[in-house]
């Protein structure tokens, strides 16, 4: 994915979400409620109606109630965030899984809480499903089955310039800024690791709960660089005013996967069928492509994809 992401630009009222992605507009566990389909660049859904057949397919004690109770963590944009109006849950990851939901004849409520106690709220029946640009890998389909839709790799960045003169492949001794519970903390600490098996000295870790609040340490100089999927990088350094610049290319893409149940492997299969059926009707690509993201585009969802 890293050499097709595209970095057109998506505009959700600039200053606004250079605001987001600084204060944490959309931080900390749960918040009020709320749902929307706002977008990166002010074009409507596209329209999509319930298809009988996969509704059909959906667990009745799921599909009872019209509605699917969505935790995301929304400290992410451009996947999932708090709109200019501090209240309305906006991005790409929403929309697509509104229209998912459509699909399957329900309506998607996003709640919001952190990152690191989504996937523990599916298991214990709190959420129905995870939305949150979840990484597939082994320890997650450990505790969940997941679905497919997007690709991410990694990337970092530095404030402009790279002041404190940041290598990637060498960050021994610097301080870097990870959101808590992800992929990337997995990275750094490997890195760091070998920072120290060879003498040298560590990298400070520091870890956050929101991803806005990460993004706000490297701009504001208290850490020296950052690292998280690719589409959110690219979309704060957009948003931030010539502060922030991207540092080396991407790297280790990914598939995304939301998140349903250990024991809800027929509903997995439900939302990965209502997937392929907005990728066949172009419902999917037209999602991606207002936000700017096409570039990780999927043909294949899958229940539980083997990782490596």
Known sequence: MSARFLTRRATVAAAACFTLVLAGCGGGS???????????SGDALPSVS????????VPDDIASDGSLTVGSDTTYPPAEFIDEDGATIVGFDVDLFTLVAQKLGLEAKFETSS????????????????VSSFT??????????????????TQWATKKGNPAGVDLENACGKKIA??????????????????EAAGDEPITIDQYDGQDEA???????????????????????????????????????APYGYVVAKDQTDFAQAIADAVKSLIDDGSYEKVLKKWGVEGGVIDDPTVNPPVG
């Open 30 to 40: 749960d918040a009020s409620s709320s749902s929307g389909t706002g977008g990166g």
């Open 50 to 57: 319930a298809d009988e057949a996969l509704a059909g397919k």
């Open 115 to 130: 990152f690191d106690s989504l996937i523990a709220g599916v298991g214990s029946g709190k959420y129905e499903v995870g």
């Open 136 to 153: 597939i890998n082994a320890e997650r389909l450990q505790q969940a089955n997941m679905i497919s839709y997007f690709n991410a790799g």
């Open 178 to 195: 990870v959101q808590k519970a992800t992929v990337q903390v997995d990275d750094i600490t490997a890195r760091s690791a070998k920072c």
């Open 215 to 253: 993004t706000a340490a490297v701009v504001s100089g208290k850490d020296d660089a950052g690292l998280a999927d690719l589409p959110v990088l690219v979309y704060a350094v957009q948003q931030s005013r010539g502060q922030l610049e991207l540092l080396g290319d991407p790297y280790g893409a």
